[in-house]
Nanobody, 115 residues
């Protein structure tokens, strides 16, 4: 069982920032696309951002310009820097890894944004 371990969630005021981290096994991290998803109550899980092994990035329109995904290959860790947070960004954020499909998941970390 592949373990993705997330950290960094919490409570922040609207307009604030948080950085999420996700550590992955090197065997996964070195070749997989890494991504961050989120799921708010009553909503479907959505892809927020992804980054390839070659550092190609993609973002959901709702977070473009506010969030930044990056990876540290020495630490086998992917980060999601979230700036200018809005109440609608509140959700459980999940780290995931994809080779053909998104098959590996972390346990999730809660992000709460107060108005």
């Amino acid at each position: 069982q592949v373990q993705l371990v997330e950290s960094g969630g919490g409570l922040v005021q609207s307009g604030g920032s948080l950085r999420l981290s996700c550590a992955a096994p090197r065997s996964i991290f070195s070749i997989y696309i890494m991504g961050w998803f989120r799921q708010a109550p009553g909503k479907q899980r959505e892809l927020v951002a992804s980054i390839s092994a070659g550092d190609d990035t993609n973002y959901a329109d709702s977070v473009e310009g506010r969030f930044n995904i990056s990876r540290d290959n020495a630490k086998n860790t992917v980060y999601l820097q979230m700036n200018s947070l809005k109440p609608e960004d509140a959700a459980v954020y999940y780290c995931s890894a994809r080779y053909v499909s998104w098959t590996h998941w972390g346990q999730g970390t809660q992000v709460t944004v107060s108005p």
